[in-house]
């Protein structure tokens, strides 16, 4: 059959206008679809399948490369494959729920796989100290159904210590080791462990000298100058028109597990603690705020949420560890942040039911495969409900307070540069004032004193620690 050209574009005004109707017809259905719980739901699900589907592929891909890799040091190869399958093994994928409140499981952490490719690493003529401190910091801390051997993190931590290593690794080791005997005289003896915060060790040398380890541990020499340069702090301090940066004091920065163990994590925490236990009446008993949050968790929607809330809160209730220097448990912190959310003249009603809905969330995500976090893990979830909302809580790990730090500096420079006329803060930006060196001495002892004041004396950083991390750059300035 012919068709004539009237008879073509008839059919296809026809087939327009037919498409037209269908989209006025079922675009509303389409958009409420995909805008629906249920899709939200799919989507969610969905892409939590397929991260856990390219973690397991990584895997699978890594460790087909690393058995057909010569494992001879001759000739010398990167392990960095092997630290990347310690990466996934010590992480894992964390559970998610979603929007019913409902788990999703994602992939457990295996501490087994993580010591396997960290020894890999370390027996090769690739490993550096940091591989060494992470190994340590499993047996220090422990992990995901793994619990802890101080005695063999002790080892490795002093078989390090006298080694070729930085100053912010020995500073590190220092921490670790005081750690671990405060651990044991708490064990031992039940007593609250207690922080010599204000007893700092002394500076190291740039280079410790090398000792025979014992046992198969062996450390290789990689020196690292310790005060390198550090370029992205040059750049951000020295820069003309330098653009005003907000620094969020309550981003979440430890979601790494390493991080949770973190010397300033654990200093934010408990100077937020700290903070809070300052400035808040304890209106509500623990009992009373037990019974209350209990009552709260009963009255929502039955769901997987709930329930790994429900086992956080029964956990806090029965663990009597204190987090150091605080003489807290969790007890404490726990009745602490309560009553500070019901406190009427700091949040109104709308933003204590965003409290509790966060509160909600920080109960359930100390659940991890079916098992509560570490004590520390726990402190932290409970502090970390008010972070966002409470000028006074603030968890930020080593790297963010230095970042932190560096943009304090750079705003310190940018107003003691407003406060000169035009022409000779352009010679100072240049660098070519003749009063230059004057004002580069005034700008350094003016940020060293205020970092001081808001870092040191406010127990954030040990001096000692202060010192180190400022000294990266401070002479770049």
Request: charge should be negative; hydrophobic fraction near 35%; charged fraction near 30%.
């Amino acid at each position: 059959m012919e068709f004539d050209t009237s008879t073509i574009i008839g059919i296809v005004v026809l087939v327009f206008i037919l498409s037209g109707i269908l989209y006025v017809l079922f675009k509303p259905w389409w958009d409420a679809y995909l805008d629906s719980p249920e899709r939200k739901k799919e989507i969610q699900k969905l892409g939590h399948i397929k991260k856990i589907e390219k973690f397991q592929d990584k895997i699978k891909t890594l460790e087909t490369v690393t058995k057909t890799s010569v494992p001879s040091p001759i000739p010398k190869r990167s392990y960095q494959k092997e630290r990347e399958l310690y990466e996934l093994y010590y992480k894992g994928i964390p559970d998610t729920y979603n929007l019913d409140n409902i788990l999703i499981p994602g992939v457990e952490p295996d501490a087994k796989k993580a010591i396997e490719y960290l020894n890999l690493v370390i027996n090769s003529t690739d490993g550096h100290e940091q591989d060494f401190l992470n190994l340590a910091k499993i047996y220090h801390y422990g992990m995901h159904k793994f619990e802890r051997n101080l005695d063999k993190a002790e080892q490795i931590y002093l078989n390090l210590k006298h080694q070729f290593i930085t100053e912010e690794t020995w500073h590190t080791i220092v921490d670790a080791l005081a750690d671990i005997n405060k651990i044991r005289v708490y064990s031992w003896l039940n007593l609250p462990m207690n922080d010599d915060d204000d007893d700092d060790e002394p500076r190291p040398p740039a280079v410790q000298p090398p000792r025979n380890h014992q046992e198969n541990i062996q450390v290789h020499q990689n020196i690292v100058p310790n005060h390198v340069p550090n370029q992205d702090v040059q750049h951000l301090i020295n820069r003309r028109n330098l653009d005003e940066e907000v620094v969020d004091h309550n981003a979440k920065n430890y979601d790494d597990p390493q991080n949770t163990h973190n010397p300033q994590v654990l200093a934010t925490i408990r100077h937020s603690l700290n903070n809070l236990k300052a400035s808040t009446k304890l209106v509500k008993s623990p009992e009373e705020t037990f019974a209350e949050i209990r009552t709260y968790l009963y009255n929502l929607k039955d769901s997987d949420k709930k329930d790994s809330a429900l086992r956080s809160l029964n956990k806090i209730q029965s663990e009597k560890t204190k987090l150091s220097s605080t003489d807290m448990t969790g007890i404490d912190a726990l009745q602490l942040v309560w009553n500070r959310m019901h406190d009427t003249d700091r949040f109104d009603a709308s933003t204590n039911k965003n409290l509790k809905e966060n509160l909600f969330d920080e109960l359930a995500d100390m659940q991890e495969h079916g098992t509560t976090v570490c004590p520390t893990g726990v402190f932290t979830h409970i502090v970390d409900t008010l972070s966002g909302v409470d000028s006074e809580v603030m968890i930020k790990p080593t790297y963010a307070i230095n970042e932190e730090m560096m943009t304090r500096a750079a705003h310190i420079r940018t107003e003691m540069l407003s406060s000169v006329p035009e022409e000779e803060r352009q010679s100072l930006e240049m660098g070519t004032s003749p009063k230059q060196d004057d004002f580069d001495t005034s700008l350094k002892n003016t940020i060293l004193t205020t970092l001081k004041n808001d870092y040191v004396h406010t127990g954030i950083l040990k001096e000692s620690k202060f010192d180190m991390e400022v000294n990266k750059w401070i002479s770049e300035i």
